[in-house]
């Protein structure tokens, strides 16, 4: 098991959050360095650094950084959520050790943000409400972080969560 037991704490911007409310951060016995880019594969991590090693995600809305001996959540709630979130990343962290040999690592950063996969998410009218000729147009914009999800008003609520979910993996959005 790579990670048995840790200790919590709950500290005030620890993370690099914005917000007022206070971070998780769970202190790890071990060195779990091995294992980043396993997770950057499969929570579709945003930045990865080489040296120090270390990984930055979002899950459920929350920025999540794993380091080598520690690991920030921002804004868990309280201390029975934060247990939670520690409990939940505990098992996890072990399940995708366990299975490392399934996935494959990803030692780098993803690159940016597909037109052709933005424009899934787009309604594809091209009715310029947006101020461009064409959705595509519009995709390309914000492939390149110029323009952004609340721009195009015709999307519907679940188009537009898809798209800043999909934009999320890049830290756009
Ligand atoms: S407002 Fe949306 S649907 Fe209309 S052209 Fe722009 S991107 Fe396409």
Same mark, same amino acid.
């Given at each position: 098991m790579l990670i048995s037991t840790y200790t919590t704490e709950l500290v005030r911007l620890s993370c690099g959050s914005q917000s007022d409310s206070k971070d998780l951060v769970i202190y790890l016995e071990r060195d779990i360095s091995e294992v980043i880019p396993y997770l950057n594969t499969v929570f579709e991590g945003f930045q990865y650094t080489k040296e120090p090693r270390s990984v930055s995600f979002r899950l459920n809305g929350k920025l999540v950084v794993v380091h080598p001996r520690k690991i920030c959540v921002s804004a868990p709630g309280d201390r029975v959520d934060a247990q939670n979130i520690s409990e939940w990343l505990r098992e996890k962290i072990n399940d995708i050790w366990e299975r490392k040999d399934q996935i494959q690592p990803r030692f780098e950063n993803p690159s940016s943000p597909k037109v052709l996969e933005i424009l899934r998410f787009l309604p594809k009218t091209n009715c310029g409400l947006c101020g461009e000729k064409t959705c595509t147009v519009f995709a390309a914009k914000v492939s390149k972080g110029d /323009?952004?999800? /609340?721009?195009?008003?015709?999307?519907?609520a679940e188009q537009r969560e898809k798209l800043v979910k999909y934009l999320g993996r890049f830290n756009f959005g």
């Open positions: /323009r952004g999800p /609340r721009d195009c008003t015709p999307l519907t």
